[in-house]
């Protein structure tokens, strides 16, 4: 990543086959009254008329950007657009989802002159209905370190400050649809952040995440949070990833040894010891 001084933030959608919705997406972006910005879309070799579409806009604008080559999905392609990222602040949108009105960067743009440096998130209102969420229910304001462990803060609703994949790397391909949740808890635990009471984006529901279970990160899961979080597990906001911890200690598909697995169970105990006592 290479910065340059006017652009505060880089857009970056991954794309593949999304001719159906992606003229939505695009059209909220560039309709944004705050226009420090670009567009980076990293198309998967779509067949349909998804790059007629992306070469229609850059026609129309000079700051959208696209490579199209194959990728091994939706997280190889949010990495290949943190490299090639100009801005501050990079945010990523998916291909079906819209910014919530044209003023949102502009709020953003006031948080990030404010806070120079790690996670601002807001919150976005979900479209569409599933077995887990109902049609514009808001999800999911302000978190706690407890509420975060339980449920992840949506990609939609954040904006990363460029020195965070410096310090953290970048998403790991290992997780086919939980990358971003193991990427934002490897960040919140050494990474401020910090809460912007706005609407982000409106994401809509029955993607990719909703029809695949990503089984490696369930595995991983408690495990992660002895890696990030090191003696904090023990703490009382680790109650209810306690069963996470208990899967890290005891399941055969542990990635822990033995003395790892022994600190998960002490921990495990401890809190299941705290659950029962409130």
């Known amino acids: 990543m290479t910065d ?27 309709d944004q009254t705050f226009t420090a910005f670009e567009v980076l879309l990293i198309d998967g070799c779509s067949t349909d008329d998804t790059m007629s ?8 604008y000079a700051g ?30 998916g291909s079906d989802d819209t910014l919530s009105g044209n003023q949102v960067l502009a709020g953003v743009a006031e948080y990030a002159q404010m806070h120079r440096q ?60 939980s990358a971003d949740f193991d990427f934002n808890m490897r960040c919140y ?10 609407i982000i984006a409106n994401f809509f529901v029955g993607g990719h995440s909703t029809h695949i279970t990503d089984h490696a990160f369930y595995d991983d899961r408690g495990a992660l949070l002895y890696r990030y979080f090191g003696s904090r597990i023990f ?20 990635p822990l040894n033995l003395f790892q697995r022994l600190y998960c169970a002490l921990a495990y105990a401890k809190l299941k010891l705290q659950a029962m006592n409130t």
């Not at 579409?53 to 129309?60: L, P």
């Not at 635990?189 to 706005?198: E, G, H, S, V, Y």
């Not at 009382?236 to 005891?250: G, I, S, T």
Request: net charge positive.
């Open 4 to 30: 340059t001084g006017g652009i505060l933030f880089s857009i970056i959608i991954p794309t593949y086959n999304a001719a159906s919705t992606l003229q939505n997406c695009l059209q909220s972006v560039l």
């Open 235 to 254: 703490s009382k906001e680790f109650v209810n990833a306690r069963l996470y911890l208990q899967q890290a200690a005891f399941s055969k598909r542990s």
């Open 64 to 93: 959208v950007r696209c490579i199209s080559e194959p990728d091994k999905g939706i997280y190889d392609a949010m990495n290949k657009g943190i490299g090639l990222a100009k801005a501050k602040w990079l945010y990523f949108l």
């Open 189 to 198: 635990a050494n990474t401020p952040f910090f809460f912007i009471d706005l």
């Open 118 to 177: 790690g996670v601002l998130y807001g919150s976005v209102i979900m479209r569409g209905q599933n077995q887990w969420n109902l049609d514009n229910v808001v999800f999911d304001g302000e978190y706690t370190t407890e509420k975060f462990i339980d449920r992840n803060i949506c990609h939609q609703a954040m904006f990363y400050h460029r020195d965070v994949f410096e310090r953290n790397g970048e998403f790991n391909l290992r997780y086919i649809t």
């Open 53 to 60: 579409i992306i070469k229609r806009y850059q026609d129309r």
